[in-house]
């Protein structure tokens, strides 16, 4: 026999035992001769494979069906191994002569085309490699959702079918997954039959198939819903993101998933920057690639005559600084034809231990801070083009970062806010799956024959724990997936890709909390008893009166509606909402660390929770079998099954009524019908809407190369106020003015002086947050944007993860006692502390965001304030007094002329404020008169630019570019 040589993989973790079990009678029960038998034949064998050179010898492994994969905890359990011959690879380097079937020894029934490999079959995924002792996948199939075979939800499409050969000899069946087809073969029909059937009933068999779509038609399934590891933790602002993001590299022990719309290799990721040179994004990777850890990083490789984002430069100097760092960009637009979308997520994996996902891509501008300051002279914080103002300028070019775009002396940077947030458990190998499935993809289309680019294999994970066996919760599950699968319809054409070539692949890996979880078995059962508004159990739900938009989206625990009444005897009747939210504040925890002063408000409190990730992906982004668009369900379902309130923060707000046969997706709609169920029941309902004052976007408003800044404007407004698709208008004609008891819209700004004696000066807080809070339980945070292009699957590439608390905290809500959660209700008093310029002492002022006293009173008069005193001291725009072109080049021409000099957005202020006093001119410091703004929080210019049709004209470039663009 042939043995391994030393050093060589061993099977010493694996007892022998565990292949082959001595089955022993039960007690009592008389031996039968039988019995006996196969007692003496398991221990003969037992002993037998006690031998580790027979055990490592190639001929017991294909004896057995056994290779280095089999018993690899983080591949998932053992099902079918065995050689196979297939076509599609190329040629494999070998001295082995044993790479034809035997018949083509005599028969010549393979051309030369045909090889030998071994086939790997887990429960996620069937890898091909060189032989049983071989770790580096030849090719993978990541195993995905897959449709009905008659459209609206029967049978599932098999992944394996069997192949009729015409010449008896052969013996062939077909693997299909996503726009993947590979054909292979083996040695009889039998073994044929034994192959389909064990890849059908791996893929498709719930709990653990993966092929079968989950609640919104995602991927993945919730979790959380017993204890299996689930955490997550929000980070507002870029400071806190970051520092965290650094510290998660430094501890990074096997490999880090990067992907992004946009790297900057020479971000730093904590500041003052001169101090932090260890903390520069290729520093952080170059120290953890010399230390062996291998490093991945997905790219969007962006149309370069329509942004200026660099991807290649980022590519060339990732690539310099170490071998064990590999980049992909993606896609190729020629081949592709993929001009108009583009891979928009933002994500950071560590050992798939922990995952960051949200809005912050790891780039200039980004960094910030609640203080959102303006300027920063000399640099402290922002070095060079990272102090960022793309209203004023985006850079040309980025290879000499420390060299400032703009002048610090007279501009302004643009304060960015955003919102992050880390996963710990399933739901973060769920995203490490998702990217191993576009790494992979990309890798076959744009670097087939690369060597140094591998193939990535994703750790596996049950798709439903296995610990929670036949339960009839996971039979909900099953109906769910179902359901939610008939109605996932798309009417969108997708750009197919040219076919896969192969590339190395990445596979996903095995749960680690399975082998050494502490918590003991029991904790394992679904908890029947925990408290649950109008629910048993965690897939317990309710209708709403009304039919859901999304009627394939029926919310199980993840949105529990837990009786109010019931929780009103868990309340004392002398409790203080101030107090409450100031204990709290001061003492909110980080896994089991309190949050230093500092990063209060930045940073929340690490909490085990119920969560699903979902996606919008295709097969142009992510070679999938269909289109993907479980973030819009997930947004639509959420908001019709709000109680009292949704709170949104987004970069764009443009989405579509019921009819609206130009923007497709149908979150509007779902706002609109539940401002009217409020209405209609007398009830109070609030929606509050934060996004950019203006696109953040090179241009003023009336430049002649700012069309796209218009049209963006154009749609945004078509949305919230004007035209009859919008729904201010609608709500307008059945409520009258009472309109913005439901609804209202606002944005954020910020001012200062740009250095010690400097100008003051002002600029929007750029909201590129993703974030939807609901009733302080759910919270939906990642990286789509609301509109189209983010929304609908087809389009842009996005993820996002929904999740519910599970740790509940006593708050109000309508003024009466409600049970918030930990998770979603401090990550709302973050906020808004932020938007308000709320102290720790005054947070109990809104620990109820329903009532007048809250919403009208502080929020909605805050609002208000702020944008007259910003209005009266610098006249900046966007604002309401400017409804048409002609008036917007009165303003600028009548300030540029007092001034002096101003910013693109009027936001420069005088150096002192004219007013009358007993007769005479009196000049005041602006500064005096700004400091009565409270945070950051200005009402949005509903009337701005309203006389004007915002849409390019037919001498613009714009014009003749598809709309789609724009929405």
């Known amino acids: 026999m042939e043995v391994l040589e030393t050093g060589a993989f061993f099977f010493r973790d694996v007892p022998s035992s565990a292949a082959l079990p001595i089955i022993r009678p039960e007690l009592g029960r008389q031996h039968s001769m039988s019995d006996r038998a196969r007692v003496a034949m398991q221990g003969y064998l037992n002993h037998f494979l006690g031998n580790l050179d027979i055990v490592n010898s190639r001929e017991v492994c294909k004896f057995l069906e056994v290779s280095t994969l089999s018993f690899s905890p983080e591949y998932g359990p053992k099902q079918k191994e065995d050689y196979v011959m297939v076509n599609h690879l190329p040629k494999i380097l070998d001295d082995d002569d044993d790479r034809k079937c035997s018949p083509c020894q005599w028969f010549n029934c393979c051309n030369d085309n045909w090889q030998k490999v071994w086939a790997v079959l887990k429960p996620g995924f069937l890898a091909l490699l060189k032989d049983p002792f071989d770790t580096k996948p030849l090719d993978i199939i990541v195993f995905d959702v897959l449709p009905p075979s008659d459209g609206i939800g029967g049978a599932r499409v098999p ?13 062939s069946f077909k693997v299909s997954c996503g726009n993947r087809s590979i054909r292979l073969r083996s040695k009889s029909g039998a073994k044929v039959k034994d192959w389909v059937a064990a890849i059908n009933d791996a893929a498709l068999r719930l709990p653990e198939g993966w092929c079968h779509p989950h609640r919104f038609g995602s991927f993945a399934p919730p979790r959380g819903l017993a204890e299996d590891g689930s955490e997550v933790q929000w ?48 520093a952080l990777l170059e120290a953890k690639a010399k230390q062996g850890v291998q490093i991945y990083i997905l790219l969007y490789k962006e149309v370069a005559l329509a942004l200026k984002i660099n991807s290649v430069y980022s590519k060339r100097r990732l690539l310099s600084i170490h071998e064990n760092i590999r980049v992909l960009r993606y896609p190729d637009h020629f081949s592709s034809g993929v001009y108009l979308w583009s891979h928009h997520e933002k994500l950071v994996i560590i050992d798939n ?3 960051f996902i949200g809005g912050l891509d790891l780039c200039f501008g980004r960094y910030d801070s609640s203080d959102h300051k303006v300027g920063d002279v000399p640099p402290k914080i922002w070095p060079g083009k990272d102090y960022y103002n793309p209203r004023e300028s985006e850079p040309n070019t980025w290879e000499d970062t420390m060299k400032d775009e703009i002048d610090r002396e007279k501009y302004p940077r643009m304060p960015w806010h955003d919102v992050h947030c880390a996963l710990w458990g399933p739901p973060c190998r769920d995203v490490a799956r998702h990217f191993v499935q576009r790494w992979n993809y990309a890798k076959r289309n744009k670097a087939p024959n690369e060597q140094t680019i591998p193939l990535l294999m994703p750790q596996h994970h049950m798709v439903i724990p296995h610990y929670m066996g036949s339960s009839k919760e996971m039979e909900v599950e099953k ?15 997708v750009t197919s890709l040219s076919s896969f070539q192969d590339i190395p692949l990445l596979i996903p890996q095995e749960a680690d909390e399975l082998r050494g979880s502490n918590v003991d078995s029991k904790s394992h059962e679904l908890e029947d008893d925990q408290p649950s508004r109008g629910s048993k159990g965690p897939f317990s739900f309710r209708k709403t009166k009304n039919d859901s938009l999304v009627e394939d989206t029926p919310m199980t625990g993840f949105v529990d509606n837990f009786d109010s009444l019931a929780f009103k005897q868990d309340l004392s009747s002398d409790i203080s909402k101030r107090t409450l939210e100031k204990e709290w504040w001061e003492t909110q925890e980080r896994g089991d660390q309190v949050v230093s002063a500092d990063e209060t408000g930045q940073v929340g409190p690490r909490v085990s929770c119920r969560c699903q990730v979902i996606r919008s992906v295709s097969q142009w982004s992510a070679g999938t079998s269909q289109v993907e668009e479980s973030i819009h369900r997930a947004y639509c379902s959420l908001i019709e099954r709000a109680e009292h309130f949704v709170y949104i923060e987004n970069q764009f707000f443009i989405s579509g009524l019921k009819g609206d046969e130009i923007i497709r997706n149908r979150v509007l709609e779902s706002m609109y019908r539940r401002i009217i169920r409020a209405h209609q029941e007398k009830k109070s309902f609030r929606v509050i809407i934060v996004i950019p004052l ?7 408003i009336d430049d002649a190369g700012a069309a796209s800044v218009r049209a963006i404007m154009h749609w945004q407004y078509r949305t919230i106020y004007r035209g009859q698709n919008s729904i201010l208008h609608n709500l307008y004609d059945l409520l009258g003015a009472r309109m913005h008891d439901y609804i209202s819209f606002y944005g954020l700004r910020s001012y200062g002086k740009l250095f010690d004696g400097g100008p003051v000066a002002t600029s929007q807080v750029y909201v590129h947050s993703k974030v939807m809070i609901v009733d302080d339980c759910t919270v939906l945070i990642g990286s789509a944007n609301i509109n189209d292009r983010s929304l609908l699957g087809s389009r842009d590439s996005e993820i996002g993860v929904l999740i519910e608390d599970k740790e509940l905290v006593d708050s109000f809500m309508g003024g009466k006692p409600w049970k918030a959660g930990k998770f979603a209700s401090s990550l709302r008093h973050s906020l808004w502390s932020e938007h308000l310029g709320l102290s720790a002492v005054e947070m109990g002022h809104i620990i109820d965001p329903v009532i007048d006293s809250t919403y009208k009173e502080i929020w909605m008069a805050t609002a208000k304030t702020n944008t007259m005193i910003y209005q009266d ?35 420069i202020a005088p150096v002192k404020l004219e007013s009358y006093q007993d007769g005479s001119i009196r000049g005041t410091d602006p500064m005096e008169r700004l400091k009565s703004v409270k945070g950051h929080l200005v009402s949005f210019p509903l009337d701005f630019m309203c006389k004007e049709d915002l849409r390019p004209g037919y001498k613009e470039s714009e014009y003749y570019a598809s709309p789609q663009v724009f929405h």
């Open 479 to 493: 109906k769910i997936s179902e359901d939610t699968y008939r109605a996932i319809k798309r009417d969108d054409s």
């Open 235 to 282: 980070f507002v602002d870029g400071r806190a993101a970051f520092e965290s993001i650094a510290s998660a590299i430094d501890e990074a022990k096997s490999e880090i998933f990067i992907c992004g719309w946009w790297v900057c290799p020479e971000l730093y990721l904590r500041r003052p920057f001169q101090t932090n040179a260890s903390s520069r994004l290729d």
């Open 159 to 171: 992944l394996a079918v069997e192949i009729k050969e015409r010449n008896p000899l052969r013996h």
């Open 694 to 700: 203006l696109p953040g976007f090179q241009g003023g």
């Open 353 to 355: 231990h922990i995952c």
């Open 873 to 907: 001291v610098i006249s900046c725009i966007p604002n309401d007094l400017i409804q048409s072109r002609s008036a917007l080049r009165q303003c600028m021409t009548y300030y540029k002329d007092k001034l002096g000099h101003t910013t693109i957005d009027l936001g």
